[in-house]
């Protein structure tokens, strides 16, 4: 009997597993190419909507499901947190994640089994974009940076420090200030 799914197949985020049938060691090989979904990242770096990420997955049928296993590629987009520039941040991350049979999902429960953290099946469709999600996100850069050593911008002014590594501000302390002060009045009646 067929399980009713609100998955659409056609979303290329959704894996169909219905010609690996139910027998445990049968598996097959996706690889595709599908435009990233909206707000893959943080606000400092992400993988921009609609660009290329690149799946290489494995499919294999397992008593207690579905097994997928593979890579995901893709680059992310950000800004140095440093110096503010932009950068390029080519990402691949593995993925292993289970998606259990709905009714081996009900029998573990009704026994007690901690199914946390393991997905299931909806029908013969994977919603693979949580499991996307949950690879991609932590792997990008939390201060990503232009590069390892950037110097970043002058607290002063804000100059781009890399453009110019001898770049300095000479800082007075405030509290000699009124001494500078008298020292410009006593050059200017030095040279009256």
Not at 1 to 28: I, N, W, Y
Not at 39 to 45: E, F, R
Not at 119 to 125: I, Y
Not at 126 to 145: C, K, M, T
Request: aromatic share 4%; with cysteine.
């Amino acid at each position: 009997m067929e399980h009713p799914t609100h998955l659409d197949p056609r979303s290329p985020f959704v894996l169909d597993t219905k010609e690996l049938g139910r027998r445990a060691g049968s598996m097959r090989q996706v690889e595709r190419t599908i435009p990233a979904p909206v707000d893959l990242g943080t606000d400092i770096i992400s993988i921009p909507t609609g660009t290329d990420l690149e799946l290489e997955l494995r499919l294999e049928s397992v008593m207690e499901g579905v097994l997928v296993t593979g890579s995901i590629r893709g680059r992310a987009v950000g800004e140095c947190v440093r110096c503010l520039e932009e950068v390029l941040d080519d990402v691949e991350v593995s993925v292993v994640e289970l998606y259990a049979y709905s009714e081996r999902a009900r029998i573990a429960e009704a026994e007690g089994d901690d199914l946390e953290g393991v997905r299931e099946l909806e029908g013969d469709l994977i919603d693979f974009e949580p499991a996307l999600r949950d690879a991609v996100v932590p792997a990008l850069p939390f201060r990503p940076l232009c590069r390892p050593d950037c110097p970043g911008l002058c607290s002063e002014c804000g100059a781009l420090l890399a453009d110019d590594p001898d770049h300095s501000h000479e800082i007075l302390d405030p509290r000699w200030a009124a001494l500078n002060r008298l020292q410009g009045t006593f050059d200017e009646t030095k040279e009256s």
